[in-house]
């Protein structure tokens, strides 16, 4: 089966990614596509987090081994299947790819395609720049202490709307899978 993810920042409000990934890679496969697709270096500590509905944290999947004397399960993006922890369209989840600030990508899984598989994941919708991969805990210190509106719109972004996620994020991309580097599509 294939996954298709929409992928949104609350930083950007035109920036949009969609994934395609094969239901059985590995978290840390995932991590590398959305790193390639943003042109991030692969050098920091992130970590993804299943979410409930109302995009509140319920099992993460670290990068490496965390807490080994835990009584909960540990999952780390190399040894976990994707297929082990989303099974269903809708299901949520955050990529905290700033870990200082927890600055994040909000993911959807959009579509399940049965009956096909991909053998290397894909960025395939591309729209918009990603925001900065890091940024000083000063410079955030800073924007947060003289944001008059913290609220939803904390990053100054008064435009981004969570809800974009249930609108579709994309024109169109609910048709047939077809050639996802087809230029004429963008």
Same mark, same amino acid.
């Given at each position: 089966? #294939?996954?298709?993810?929409?992928?949104?920042?609350?930083?950007?409000?035109?920036?949009?990614?969609?994934?395609?990934?094969?239901?059985?890679?590995?978290?840390?496969?995932?991590?590398?596509? #959305?790193?390639?697709?943003?042109?991030?270096?692969?050098?920091?500590?992130?970590?993804?987090?299943?979410?409930?509905?109302?995009?509140?944290?319920?099992?993460?999947?670290?990068? %490496?081994?965390?807490?080994? @004397?835990? &009584?909960?399960?540990?999952?780390?993006?190399?040894?976990?299947?994707?297929?082990?922890?989303?099974?269903?369209?809708?299901?949520?989840?955050?990529?905290?790819?700033? @870990?200082?600030?927890?600055?994040?990508?909000? %993911?959807?899984?959009?579509?399940?395609? =049965?009956?096909?598989?991909?053998? *290397? =994941?894909?960025?395939?919708?591309?729209?918009?720049?990603? =925001?900065?991969?890091?940024?000083?805990?000063?410079?955030?210190?800073?924007?947060? @202490?003289?944001?008059?509106?913290?609220? !939803? +719109?904390?990053?100054?972004?008064?435009?981004? &709307? #969570? +809800?974009?996620? +249930?609108?579709?994020?994309? !024109?169109?991309?609910?048709?047939?899978? +077809? @050639? =996802?580097?087809? *230029?004429?599509?963008?």
């Amino acid at each position: 089966m #294939i996954y298709r993810f929409l992928m949104l920042s609350d930083e950007v409000d035109d920036f949009k990614r969609e994934i395609r990934i094969d239901s059985e890679a590995t978290f840390l496969d995932l991590r590398e596509v #959305i790193l390639d697709s943003v042109k991030y270096t692969k050098d920091q500590l992130d970590s993804f987090f299943i979410c409930e509905e109302d995009w509140s944290k319920r099992t993460e999947v670290t990068l %490496m081994e965390m807490d080994t @004397n835990s &009584d909960e399960d540990n999952y780390t993006m190399a040894d976990t299947r994707l297929d082990e922890l989303i099974e269903e369209e809708g299901q949520r989840l955050l990529f905290v790819f700033d @870990n200082m600030t927890e600055r994040a990508f909000f %993911m959807e899984l959009r579509e399940i395609i =049965p009956g096909q598989d991909l053998k *290397e =994941p894909i960025c395939s919708k591309s729209v918009g720049d990603p =925001p900065a991969q890091l940024i000083s805990f000063d410079d955030f210190e800073t924007k947060s @202490n003289t944001s008059s509106d913290l609220g !939803e +719109d904390f990053y100054g972004d008064s435009e981004y &709307d #969570i +809800d974009e996620l +249930d609108q579709g994020g994309f !024109e169109g991309l609910d048709g047939p899978m +077809d @050639n =996802p580097y087809d *230029e004429d599509r963008y």
